[in-house]
Nanobody, 118 residues
């Protein structure tokens, strides 16, 4: 089982920055991808950014403003969010795609609120 500790959310004015972090822990698994999704009120959860061993992927709405990075030694993923807009307001969830001896699965963090005021 994977446990997560998410941090870094909060309230910021439009144009400001926040940095989210998500540390995964547990035993008997390896992580081959991590990422962030978000869910705004009344909307479906959507991919924000993802990172594997060799590549990153971003939603069009955040390209050029958000940067995802990962510390493999710490099983931690970060999301640097710059030039924030009110439409970035959402609960942000990190995830980890994990591999065990018998299966692959995706585990989710508890979510952290990001609110951008205009």
């Amino acid at each position: 089982q994977v446990q997560f500790v998410e941090s870094g959310g909060g309230l910021v004015q439009a144009g400001g920055s926040l940095r989210l972090s998500c540390a995964a822990s547990g035993s008997d698994f390896s992580i081959y991808a991590m990422g962030w999704n978000r869910q705004a009120p009344g909307k479906q959860r959507e991919l924000v950014a993802a990172i594997t061993s060799g590549s990153t992927n971003y939603a069009d709405s955040v390209k050029g403003r958000f940067t995802i990075s990962r510390d493999n030694a710490k099983n931690t993923v970060y999301l640097q969010m710059n030039s924030l807009k009110p439409e970035d307001t959402a609960v942000y969830y990190c995830y980890a795609d994990v591999r065990t001896a018998f299966s692959r699965s995706r585990s989710w963090g508890q979510g952290t609120q990001v609110t951008v005021s205009s």
